[in-house]
């Protein structure tokens, strides 16, 4: 692969229609042991005759700019199940044109990754990151449990998806049901400011 190609089930998918024997090659970060063996021993077992799927490392904990170091020396795309890029990783993945992939289904993560292998991939939706915000306290408003937050950098919006975790590990993914800065509905709250989150379907 040249160095200065984009790693990513994509271009992998591009290069086997064109090709003969591939190597896909794979970093997995989990939440939970069981979750990495589970995943790693069933993605071992697609390689195939034109595509050979090597795993380069497995292993508990979020995705670190180690992880992203790794994937740039070994040419390999980044699978995280259930969670999420820690530190400065997004960013250096990006600048270094890594591909993390964020599943919290393993069917869906072999699903990808076959229709990959299989030279079949259909185009994906991209996540962009917006920002995070911290949970500083827990308070009740007619019965619904409303995160009081204070937002650690870039933004939070109203209107897009997002995540909760628990020491690096994502426990619900959802929508926001409601965001306010003090008494007032928000559309969207800047790094530096503090406000109330609620989400929906999680009490």
């Given at each position: ?32 042991q069981?979750?990495v ?31 992203i ?6 040419r ?17 993945a ?8 964020l ?22 939706l ?14 009740k408003?007619?019965?619904v ?12 919006v ?11 590990a ?8 409601s ?9 969207e ?15």
């Open positions: 692969i040249p160095s200065t190609a984009k790693v990513s089930l994509e271009e992998l998918s591009k290069r086997i229609a064109e090709s003969d024997q591939q190597e896909l090659r794979v970093i997995i970060k989990g939440d939970v069981g979750s063996e589970a995943l790693a021993d069933a993605l071992a077992k697609l390689s195939g005759e034109k595509v050979r799927l090597a795993i380069i490392h497995a292993a508990v904990g979020a995705i670190t700019e180690g992880d170091n790794l994937a740039i020396a070994a390999a795309i980044i699978i995280g199940f259930n969670v999420r890029p820690a530190g400065k990783a997004s960013s250096l990006e600048e270094a044109k890594i591909e993390i992939r599943y919290s289904i393993i069917y869906d993560t072999l699903q990808d990754v076959r229709n990959a292998m299989e030279g079949l991939l259909p185009p994906t991209l996540e962009k990151h917006l920002g995070n915000a911290e949970v500083r306290q827990i308070f408003v007619k019965g449990a409303v995160a009081g937050c204070y937002v650690t950098d870039g933004k939070i109203r209107a897009a998806k997002i995540r909760l975790l628990r020491e690096n994502v426990v619900w993914d959802g929508r926001i049901s965001l306010k800065r003090f008494k007032d509905d928000a559309r709250v800047a790094e530096g400011f503090e406000c109330g989150i609620s989400l929906e379907n999680f009490n």
